[in-house]
Nanobody
């Protein structure tokens, strides 16, 4: 059974930084695109960033320049570096995986095959 486990969330002050990690197991990591989504209370899940199996990256327009996604195929890990955090970044952040041949939009949650349980990020003002 494929597992995605996020870590690294927590409470941070406005303007601070956090690095989220997602550990994967039971999938051939190098064959999967990886993504990060977030969901705030009362809101729909929204795309944050994705990195495909070749290393190409995609970002939500509003987050470009503050967030950086990366992957380590040797460790089966994907990361999200978040800088200059704002209160509106407060959400549960989820890691996701989809097989490389799926060509549906990275920004659409239904495009993704597997999900982690999420890690809470809270930015205090």
């Amino acid at each position: 059974q494929v597992q995605l486990v996020e870590s690294g969330g927590g409470l941070v002050q406005h303007g601070g930084s956090l690095r989220l990690s997602c550990a994967t197991s039971r999938l051939t990591f190098s064959n999967y695109d990886m993504g990060w989504f977030r969901q705030a209370p009362g809101k729909e899940r929204e795309s944050v960033a994705a990195i495909d199996w070749t290393g190409n990256t995609h970002y939500a327009d509003s987050l470009k320049g503050r967030f950086t996604i990366s992957r380590d195929n040797a460790k089966n890990m994907v990361y999200l570096q978040m800088n200059s955090l704002k209160s509106k970044d407060t959400a549960v952040y989820h890691c996701a995986a989809k097989y490389k041949t799926r060509t549906t939009s990275w920004a659409t949650p239904t495009s993704w095959d597997y999900w982690g349980q999420g890690t809470q990020v809270t930015v205090s003002s």
